[in-house]
C-alpha cells in the first residue's frame, strides 16, 4: 500500500494524475480506476499547462497558470518509469517499504509513466530477445527513444525533481545521453548495485581467484554493457551466459514467458541461473524484473540472487535524506 507520503503521481503527457488522498493497490496488475479524488489535467508536449476554455474546478485553474514546479522540496525526487507500469509501481513499493524500515518519511516524489515509451522499449527489447524475432533495432529505434526520455526528463526537472531515476534496466543502455548536460542529478541502477557490492566486502568464492559477479538479462541489456562497464570499474570480473545458455535457455525462458507457460519458463531460468552459479560466482544480478517474478519468493535459487531494484532504491533513499538534512 502506498501511504499518505506518495505526494503525486503524474501519468505524464498528455494527462496529469494528481493524487490528493492514500492510494490502494490490491496487485500490481490491476489500475481499474481513478479515485475520485483524482484530479487530470492536461498538458502539451513541454509539459506546461495550456489555458483551459471551460473549466469550474479551482485547483486546476490555479495549477493552469502556475509557472514554478509543482513541488518545491530540495528532495524531490522524479521516477521516470520505463518498460512497463509493472515495474514502476513495484519500485515505488520498495522506496515506501524501505523507508518504513529505515523510520525514515517517505520522500516527495513525482512519477512519469508514458505508455508509448513503454510499448517503444518493450518492443526493442522483444525484437532483440526472441528466437522468433531476432532484428536489430534500427538507429531511428533507439534516437526516437532517447528523444522520448529527454523529453520527460525536462518534464520531470520542470515539475521540481532534484534527483531522477529511472526503475527500467533497458533505459539505461542511454542513460549517458538521456542525462547529458542536464543540472539535476541522477542515480545510475548499476552504479548502485556495483558501489553496494564493493561496499559488502565480498570473499571469493575460490582461494586466488577475482571476485566473480553474474549478471543475468535479456539480450538487449547485456549488449548495452553498462552493467558489465560499471562492476569492472569497482574490480569485479563479470560472468555471463554463453551463447549457448542465451539460446537454449534465457531466450526460450523469456518467450514460454510471453507465451503465459510459466512453468516452462520457471525450469528454464533456473537451468540459466545454476549454469551461472556453478562458475564460482559469489551472487547473480538479475536485471530484468519479468525473470525476477518468474521464480516463487521461496525459490532457494533466489537467495543466490539480488535486485538491482532494491539497491536504486536503497540509494535514492540515501540521497533523499541527505538533501533533506542539507534544506533545513
Not at 250 to 267: F, S, T, Y
Request: net charge neutral; glycine share 4%.
Amino acid at each position: 500500500m502506498l501511504d499518505r507520503s506518495l505526494q503525486m503521481s503524474l501519468n505524464c503527457p498528455p494527462y496529469l494524475l494528481v493524487r490528493q488522498r492514500t492510494l490502494c493497490y490490491k496487485r500490481l496488475n490491476p489500475v481499474r480506476s481513478m479515485p475520485p479524488s483524482s484530479v487530470i489535467l492536461h498538458t502539451d508536449e513541454s509539459g506546461q499547462f495550456p489555458e483551459s476554455r471551460k473549466t469550474c474546478n479551482p485547483l486546476i485553474a490555479s495549477l493552469s497558470s502556475y509557472d514554478g514546479p509543482l513541488l518545491s522540496a530540495p528532495n524531490t525526487v522524479g521516477i521516470l518509469g520505463g518498460l512497463s507500469v509493472d515495474s514502476t509501481l513495484n519500485f515505488l513499493r520498495k522506496l515506501v517499504h524501505l523507508s518504513k524500515e529505515n523510520e525514515a518519511k517517505c520522500m516527495p516524489f513525482v512519477v512519469c509513466s508514458d505508455p508509448v515509451l513503454n510499448r517503444e522499449l518493450s518492443s526493442l527489447e522483444m525484437s532483440s530477445s526472441s528466437l522468433c524475432s531476432r532484428n536489430e533495432p534500427s538507429q531511428s529505434d533507439h534516437t526516437r527513444i532517447v528523444e522520448n526520455l529527454r523529453s520527460k526528463r525536462v518534464f520531470l526537472k520542470k515539475s521540481g525533481a532534484h534527483c531522477i531515476v529511472m526503475p527500467c534496466h533497458i533505459s539505461h543502455s542511454w542513460h549517458d545521453e538521456v542525462f547529458k548536460g542536464c543540472s539535476v542529478h541522477s542515480l545510475h541502477m548499476a552504479e548502485c548495485v556495483a558501489r553496494e557490492l564493493k561496499e559488502a566486502g565480498l570473499k571469493p568464492l575460490e582461494a586466488g581467484s577475482p571476485l566473480r559477479i553474474g549478471v543475468l538479462a535479456t539480450d538487449a541489456t547485456l549488449k548495452a554493457g553498462f552493467y558489465q562497464e560499471k562492476l569492472q570499474i569497482e574490480g569485479f570480473e563479470v560472468v555471463m551466459p554463453d551463447k549457448a545458455t542465451m539460446e537454449h535457455a534465457v531466450i526460450p525462458a523469456i518467450d514460454a514467458l510471453n507465451r503465459k507457460d510459466m512453468e516452462g519458463a520457471r525450469n528454464l531460468l533456473r537451468i540459466a541461473l545454476q549454469v551461472l552459479l556453478v562458475r564460482a560466482v559469489n551472487t547473480v544480478i538479475i536485471a530484468s524484473d519479468d525473470m525476477r517474478d518468474v521464480l516463487p519468493r521461496d525459490d532457494p535459487l533466489l537467495k543466490k540472487c539480488i535486485d538491482p531494484m532494491d539497491a536504486l532504491a536503497r540509494s535514492t533513499i540515501k540521497w533523499a535524506q541527505q538533501a533533506a538534512d542539507e534544506g533545513t
